[in-house]
Nanobody, 123 residues
Framework: QLQLVESGGGLVQPGGSLTLSCAAS????????IGWFRQAPGKEREGLSC????????TYADLVKGRFTISRDSAKNTVYLQMNNLKPDDTAVYFC????????????????WGQGTQVTVSS
Protein backbone atom coordinates (compact mmCIF):
# COMPACT_ATOMS: atom_id res chain seq x y z
CA GLN A 1 0.00 0.00 0.00
CA LEU A 2 1.24 3.45 -0.87
CA GLN A 3 2.05 5.84 1.98
CA LEU A 4 0.62 9.32 1.42
CA VAL A 5 0.91 12.09 3.99
CA GLU A 6 -1.07 15.32 3.84
CA SER A 7 0.03 18.46 5.63
CA GLY A 8 -0.57 22.19 5.60
CA GLY A 9 -4.03 22.35 7.10
CA GLY A 10 -4.99 24.72 9.86
CA LEU A 11 -7.22 27.59 10.90
CA VAL A 12 -7.60 30.47 8.45
CA GLN A 13 -9.91 33.45 8.24
CA PRO A 14 -12.44 33.79 5.41
CA GLY A 15 -10.70 35.12 2.33
CA GLY A 16 -7.40 33.63 3.39
CA SER A 17 -5.17 31.06 1.72
CA LEU A 18 -3.57 27.75 2.52
CA THR A 19 -1.38 25.34 0.62
CA LEU A 20 -1.81 21.66 1.28
CA SER A 21 0.89 19.13 0.52
CA CYS A 22 0.61 15.47 -0.33
CA ALA A 23 3.95 13.76 0.09
CA ALA A 24 5.01 10.23 -0.65
CA SER A 25 7.87 8.14 0.55
CA UNK A 26 9.25 4.94 -0.84
CA UNK A 27 7.74 5.27 -4.28
CA UNK A 28 7.71 7.66 -7.21
CA UNK A 29 4.61 9.80 -6.89
CA UNK A 30 5.07 11.13 -10.41
CA UNK A 31 3.78 7.94 -12.02
CA UNK A 32 0.51 8.20 -10.12
CA UNK A 33 -2.56 10.28 -10.69
CA ILE A 34 -3.30 12.22 -7.49
CA GLY A 35 -6.71 13.47 -6.47
CA TRP A 36 -7.64 15.87 -3.70
CA PHE A 37 -10.87 15.29 -1.81
CA ARG A 38 -12.53 16.69 1.26
CA GLN A 39 -15.11 15.58 3.75
CA ALA A 40 -17.09 17.87 5.99
CA PRO A 41 -18.90 16.58 9.08
CA GLY A 42 -22.07 14.75 8.11
CA LYS A 43 -21.30 14.95 4.40
CA GLU A 44 -19.93 12.59 1.82
CA ARG A 45 -16.36 12.82 0.64
CA GLU A 46 -16.20 14.93 -2.53
CA GLY A 47 -13.63 15.31 -5.26
CA LEU A 48 -11.98 18.68 -5.69
CA SER A 49 -9.10 18.42 -8.11
CA CYS A 50 -6.87 15.94 -9.84
CA UNK A 51 -3.49 15.91 -11.54
CA UNK A 52 -2.55 13.05 -13.78
CA UNK A 53 0.81 11.31 -13.77
CA UNK A 54 3.61 13.68 -14.77
CA UNK A 55 1.16 16.57 -14.67
CA UNK A 56 -0.30 16.02 -18.10
CA UNK A 57 -3.88 16.74 -17.14
CA UNK A 58 -5.50 18.90 -14.46
CA THR A 59 -9.15 18.86 -13.45
CA TYR A 60 -11.18 20.91 -10.99
CA ALA A 61 -14.65 20.59 -9.54
CA ASP A 62 -16.86 23.58 -10.29
CA LEU A 63 -17.05 24.49 -6.63
CA VAL A 64 -13.30 25.21 -6.44
CA LYS A 65 -12.54 26.27 -10.00
CA GLY A 66 -10.77 29.61 -9.99
CA ARG A 67 -9.89 29.40 -6.29
CA PHE A 68 -7.84 26.19 -5.98
CA THR A 69 -4.75 25.21 -7.97
CA ILE A 70 -3.21 21.76 -8.08
CA SER A 71 0.44 21.27 -8.93
CA ARG A 72 3.21 18.74 -8.71
CA ASP A 73 6.87 19.11 -7.70
CA SER A 74 8.59 16.09 -9.13
CA ALA A 75 11.88 16.74 -7.36
CA LYS A 76 10.12 16.81 -3.98
CA ASN A 77 7.82 13.92 -4.82
CA THR A 78 4.93 16.07 -3.66
CA VAL A 79 1.59 17.30 -4.97
CA TYR A 80 0.16 20.59 -3.74
CA LEU A 81 -3.25 22.14 -3.50
CA GLN A 82 -3.11 25.92 -3.32
CA MET A 83 -6.37 27.23 -1.89
CA ASN A 84 -7.28 30.91 -2.15
CA ASN A 85 -10.28 32.97 -1.09
CA LEU A 86 -11.30 30.35 1.41
CA LYS A 87 -14.86 30.31 2.70
CA PRO A 88 -16.42 28.82 5.82
CA ASP A 89 -18.00 26.14 3.60
CA ASP A 90 -14.48 24.96 2.75
CA THR A 91 -14.09 23.69 6.31
CA ALA A 92 -13.42 19.97 6.09
CA VAL A 93 -10.80 17.26 6.36
CA TYR A 94 -8.79 17.24 3.14
CA PHE A 95 -7.40 14.04 1.69
CA CYS A 96 -5.14 13.11 -1.17
CA UNK A 97 -5.43 9.79 -2.96
CA UNK A 98 -3.56 7.92 -5.68
CA UNK A 99 -4.43 5.78 -8.65
CA UNK A 100 -2.44 4.48 -11.61
CA UNK A 101 -4.85 5.45 -14.40
CA UNK A 102 -6.15 8.90 -15.37
CA UNK A 103 -8.13 11.42 -13.36
CA UNK A 104 -11.48 10.42 -11.91
CA UNK A 105 -13.69 12.35 -9.51
CA UNK A 106 -15.20 9.43 -7.61
CA UNK A 107 -13.66 8.22 -4.36
CA UNK A 108 -14.31 4.66 -5.51
CA UNK A 109 -11.66 5.00 -8.22
CA UNK A 110 -8.81 5.55 -5.77
CA UNK A 111 -7.05 2.81 -3.91
CA UNK A 112 -4.63 4.57 -1.63
CA TRP A 113 -5.41 7.44 0.72
CA GLY A 114 -3.62 9.66 3.18
CA GLN A 115 -4.85 10.25 6.71
CA GLY A 116 -6.19 13.73 5.97
CA THR A 117 -5.50 17.23 7.22
CA GLN A 118 -8.05 19.50 8.87
CA VAL A 119 -8.86 22.86 7.29
CA THR A 120 -11.02 25.25 9.30
CA VAL A 121 -12.17 28.54 7.84
CA SER A 122 -13.53 30.82 10.52
CA SER A 123 -13.26 34.36 11.81
Amino acid sequence: QLQLVESGGGLVQPGGSLTLSCAASGFNLNVYTIGWFRQAPGKEREGLSCISSFGGSLTYADLVKGRFTISRDSAKNTVYLQMNNLKPDDTAVYFCAARRAGCRSSVDNYNDWGQGTQVTVSS
